[in-house]
């Protein structure tokens, strides 16, 4: 009797991925930001060119062995998308990681940033947009890596509270390398320190006197009078020339935003004040803001020239807000910040 033979046979399949991007043995792709200086109390738009370290990341993906593309997006986690400010042809994106230590009045901190593959030829690309993915690279190539460059940091706000503050972790993005398998990885600015210090400028005090003039001169609401022409300088000798700044001016009587240019008369009815009041002017008829220290009172102050004074020419004159216009005394006082731009 022959007993049977059973025969078996195994089957073992594996599965090789020839272009399988991974990040094995990669990178962890951290720049550091480094010579930003230091940004004043008041500073609408205060930029510096950071320097960047490393100046690249060569191998954020790996064993990508047949052809493929790297591209880098934003993707909103430390960035906003929506908190942007174009200026001079860039594009900067507020930094929503909080700052160490807190501040009592903390500075708004934006970035500009351009990215390009790790090849010297390649392509520059200004990240300009939050929704672009940008294509840094098409081909073949087993590492793949990215520079980051032309970082531009923007800071902005009024009554900042000195001190040296850094963000840390901030992530830009997202770089992504494609091929049969797709494989990603953050791009994040390790850490970036500043430090916000007073200005030393000496503005210089101004009394301006107008003349006299007859309360029947003025005949209508919103008539003005006596305009009289004078000038403020500013001396900063610390400061780089060049330098430009904008001004707020602040009614000394008044908290309230004045976008009439109209300053209060501190002497009351009962004391023998006049129910006239100043407005502030430029030469060429342009109203001077009147309200709190914020951006959105600042006009056009002017450059820092090669003796370290910039100065603002402005006219001042009586303003009629009711008719008829009282006899007596008129006295206005104001205060001048300057505003870093």
Partial sequence: MRNPLLLSSFVLFFSLDVNACNTTGTENPNFTLSNLGNFKTNANNQRVTATTTPDRYGTIINNCNNTGSNSFQING??????????????????????????????AQIYIAFSVKDNQDSATLYPVDSSTTSYSLFTGSSSTRGM??????????????TPGTYSISNIIL???????????????????????????????????????????????????????????????????AVNTSYSAAITDNFSSASNMNGILTN?????????????????PSNNVIPIGPLLLNNKFTFGMLNNSKTVTKSLQAAYYAETIPVTVGLVKSVAVLNLIYD
Avoid: H, W
């Fill in 147 to 160: 520079r980051l460059e032309q970082v531009g940091v923007l800071i902005r706000g009024t009554n900042l």
């Fill in 173 to 239: 993005g997202t770089y992504t390398a494609t091929g049969t398998k797709t494989s990603s990885k953050n791009i994040n600015i390790s850490n970036l320190s500043y430090t916000i210090s007073p200005s030393t400028c000496v503005v210089d005090s101004s009394n301006i006197t107008l003349p006299s003039m007859r309360s029947s001169d003025f005949s209508s609401i919103n008539q003005i009078g006596g305009t009289t022409s004078f000038s403020i300088t500013a001396n900063c000798p610390n400061d």
């Fill in 266 to 282: 501190s002497i009351s009815a009962s004391s023998g004040g006049s129910n006239i009041k100043i407005k502030l002017i430029d």
């Fill in 77 to 106: 986690t430390s960035l906003s998308t929506s908190d942007i400010i174009n200026l001079n042809s860039r594009t900067y994106y507020r930094i929503n990681t909080p700052q160490n230590p807190v501040a009592a009045s903390p």
